[in-house]
């Protein structure tokens, strides 16, 4: 593979991107649907579920094409960086900002997630995050949402929070398979949610965990899960973290 930077490094990613976003909609028929406020340039946090490797793949296809540009997934490092392959899609086709998960046995060093996306905060990029903190493999349709999302909403409340909820992607790209298998799929985009003035963490955490609840299709509705118990304050900031594609 040519060296990082590199103009042919460069044009494959591009050929790259635009085969993935072809595809994407080619295997999946993917559709946006955005609430009435629509899809803006102003920089946001989208928050979404994750049931899928495919998750930030499908959810930064279906921004407009000058949107994508500004936004970066949050990435597993673990997993993205794991092959040349994973690392050139991660890294140069995506622009993805990859964190580290555990960062506890990775060693001190190895950074704080929430300061590296809040430098990218900083710096103007939007974000696709997933407050889960790790692929729901379970039944329930949502798991707890950790105390990341609420710590960069209280610190750049001048940032849109966007929940998303990505629809059947699960089914289309499961845990272990090599071949997605070809079924519609939608993301749909909300209301920005705001960090009211005085609200709490568990407030929050449960207007925003309800807000992506919000988004199912009326069929997926029909038995609504009781909310989880909130998660207590964690020992770490690690634990905090909101999750990354992987």
Not at 157 to 173: A, Q, S
Request: glycine residues 8%.
């Amino acid at each position: 593979m040519e060296p990082e930077g590199s103009a042919p490094r460069r044009l494959l990613a591009a050929l790259a991107r635009l085969t993935i976003v072809t595809g994407a909609g080619l295997i999946t028929g993917l559709r946006s649907l955005w609430s009435r406020t629509g899809p803006t340039a102003n920089q946001t946090v989208y928050f979404a579920n994750h049931t899928s490797h495919g998750d930030f793949v499908l959810l930064w296809a279906a921004l407009p094409p000058d949107l994508r540009t500004l936004t970066r997934p949050v990435a597993g490092e673990d997993y993205w960086n794991t092959s040349a392959l994973r690392r050139f899609i991660g890294r140069d086709v995506f622009n993805a900002l990859m964190i580290r998960r555990d960062a506890s046995a990775a060693g001190p060093s190895s950074g704080d997630p929430l300061a590296q996306m809040g430098a990218a905060l900083t710096a103007g990029d939007s974000l696709i995050i997933f407050p889960e903190g790790t692929r729901n493999t379970s039944e329930a349709v949502l798991l707890p949402l950790k105390n990341g999302i609420y710590h960069l909403a209280r610190s750049f409340g001048h940032v849109r929070f966007v929940p998303v909820w990505i629809e059947n992607l699960k089914r289309v790209l499961p845990k272990g398979a090599l071949l997605p298998v070809p079924l519609a799929c939608s993301v749909r985009f909300g209301e920005p949610l705001e960090l009211i003035p005085q609200e709490d963490k568990q407030r929050f955490l449960q207007r925003a965990r309800q807000a992506l609840l919000d988004l199912r299709p009326e069929y997926d509705r029909e038995a609504d899960p009781a909310p989880p118990a909130p998660p207590s304050e964690p020992s770490s900031r690690e634990t905090q973290t909101p999750g990354s594609g992987a």
